[in-house]
């Protein structure tokens, strides 16, 4: 198997999708608060624990410490590892000027469900109200759930990146067409993963 970056919003179930299609692999998981200071602190656990595992190795949002691409990189190159690695933000990869593995991972892309993945409990009003996230869509109480998600958002995603300064009038336009974002009737072929191409 290829090395691979995996990305989508968060709550697409890219974590999960990981987990059960590489059940022996080991997944650093830079969600975990306590991993992410260990190894912002220090960054050169991460090459011993991948030299303590020998096996293919996951990352869960790599956009956190997008210096860890540099070993990566490293590993591809002298122990011809492979490595999956997730992450819902390709725009801080980018703008991070790292080390993008020079074409050695597949870029691919998670969508929200897609109806054929729900099946017959698939409801259209339902999706254009609140949108298809899995996050979202299995919820006990959607409307509440996406309206969550959609402030985590612009707190997490917009506003700490500094690409907006106000956020009013987003959130109003977040507040009409966040859902529409959220849900893709048509447009994939196949089912997740994956669309080709790494997201903005």
């Not at 991993?35 to 790599?62: H, M, S």
Request: hydrophobic fraction near 40%.
């Amino acid at each position: 198997m290829e090395s691979f970056f995996l990305m989508g919003p968060r709550g697409a179930g890219k974590s999960t999708w990981l987990r059960s299609h590489f059940p022996d692999a080991h997944v650093i998981e830079l969600l975990s608060e306590q991993k992410y200071q260990q190894l912002l602190a220090n960054p050169a656990l991460f090459a011993g624990e991948v030299r303590a595992w020998r096996g293919q190795t996951g990352g869960d949002e790599i956009e956190r410490l997008p210096q860890l691409l540099n070993e990566v990189h490293r590993f591809q190159e002298e122990k011809r590892l492979h490595f999956a690695l997730c992450g819902s933000s390709a725009r801080k990869l980018r703008r991070a000027g790292v080390d993008l593995l020079a074409g050695r991972a597949v870029n691919r892309a998670m969508p929200p469900f897609l109806p054929e993945e729900i099946g017959a409990g698939f409801d259209l009003d339902q999706a254009l109200q609140n949108g298809l996230l899995p996050v979202v869509w299995d919820s006990e109480d959607r409307a509440d759930r996406l309206s969550a998600y959609a402030r985590f958002y612009l707190k997490e995603e917009i506003q700490a990146e500094a690409l907006v300064r106000n956020r009013s009038p987003l959130g109003e336009l977040m507040s009409s067409n966040f859902r529409i974002g959220c849900f893709r009737l048509s447009g994939h072929e196949g089912h997740r993963p994956f669309s080709d191409g790494v997201g903005a």
